[in-house]
C-alpha cells in the first residue's frame, strides 16, 4: 500500500515568512509522528499525534512552530516567521496506534527547506 | 531513554557479513532495542527490533547479549543498497512514544 507522504518535497523560503509542511500517514494509523534532521542537530522529534489525545509538544524547539492533524488523517506543520536555522529536513512518521513501545513507525521522505 | 554508543562509521565490501555494534550499558529491563536505517536522501526506515532474545527477519539479524548491554545488527551478505545510517535506539515501554536518534554509523559499502 501507499506509504507516508509528505509535501512540498522541497521548500524555499525568504527569512520571516510562514511555511506550512503537509504530511498524509499511512492510511489507518492513528499515531504521526515529526521530526527534524538538520546538519548541526541530527534528527530531532517535534510532535506526536495519537488519536483524539492531545498531542505531545515537547519537542517544538519554539512558539514559531506548531502543528494540526485534522480529521485524525492529514497533518500540517506550520513555522511562522521562519529563520535560518530552520533550514532542516523535515520528517513525518506514522504507525498503527503508537501505544507500543515495540511498534515501528514509518518515515515519509520529507520535506527539504530553506530559508534565506 | 537510555542511551547508545555506535561507531561512526563502518566499512565493509559487497556480498560479505556487516556486523554493527551496539552499547547500551544502562539497559533497563523493559527497553526494546530497535534498529533504524537511513539510505542517502530518504526517511529512515525500520530494520528489526528485539527484547532479550536474538531475532532474525528479512533483512537482518540482532543478536542481543545475555547481559542486554550491547547488541550487534548482522547484514548476512551486504550490498551496495545497504550503504546508510544504522541507528541503534532504546525504546522504555514506560517512556515517551517518540524515537531518539544518536548519531548512528554510517556504513560504506565497497563494490
Known amino acids: 500500500g501507499a506509504g507516508v507522504s509528505q509535501s512540498p518535497s522541497n521548500k524555499v523560503t525568504e527569512k520571516g515568512k510562514d511555511v506550512e509542511l503537509r504530511c498524509d500517514p499511512i492510511?489507518?494509523?492513528?499515531?504521526l509522528y515529526w521530526y527534524r534532521q538538520s546538519l548541526g542537530q541530527g534528527l530531532e522529534f517535534l510532535i506526536y499525534?495519537?488519536?483524539?489525545?492531545?498531542?505531545?509538544k515537547s519537542g517544538l524547539p519554539s512558539d514559531r512552530f506548531s502543528a494540526e492533524r485534522t480529521g485524525g488523517s492529514v497533518s500540517t506543520l506550520t513555522i511562522q516567521r521562519t529563520q535560518q536555522e530552520d533550514s532542516a529536513v523535515y520528517l513525518c512518521?506514522?504507525?498503527?496506534?503508537?501505544?507500543?513501545?515495540?511498534?515501528?513507525?514509518?518515515f515519509g521522505p520529507g520535506t527539504r527547506l530553506l530559508v534565506l | 531513554d537510555a542511551k547508545t554508543t555506535q561507531p561512526n562509521s563502518m566499512e565493509s565490501n559487497e556480498e560479505e557479513p556487516v556486523h554493527l555494534p551496539c552499547n547500551h550499558s544502562?539497559?533497563?529491563?523493559?527497553?526494546?532495542i530497535h534498529w533504524y536505517r537511513q539510505l542517502p536522501s530518504q526517511g529512515p526506515e525500520y530494520v528489526i527490533h528485539?527484547?532479550?532474545s536474538n531475532v532474525n527477519n528479512r533483512m537482518a539479524s540482532l543478536a542481543i547479549a545475555e547481559d542486554r548491554k550491547s547488541s550487534t545488527l548482522i547484514l548476512h551478505r551486504a550490498t551496495l543498497r545497504d550503504a546508510a545510517v544504522y541507528y541503534c535506539?532504546?525504546?522504555?515501554?514506560?517512556?515517551?512514544?517518540?524515537?531518539?536518534f544518536g548519531q548512528g554509523t554510517r556504513l560504506t559499502i565497497n563494490p
Open positions: 512518521a506514522s504507525s498503527f496506534q503508537g501505544l507500543r513501545r515495540e511498534e515501528t513507525q514509518y
Open positions: 492510511s489507518g494509523h492513528t499515531a
Open positions: 499525534f495519537q488519536g483524539n489525545s492531545a498531542p505531545d
Open positions: 544502562t539497559i533497563s529491563g523493559t527497553d526494546y
Open positions: 528485539g527484547l532479550t
Open positions: 535506539i532504546l525504546r522504555d515501554v514506560k517512556g515517551a512514544q517518540k524515537l531518539v
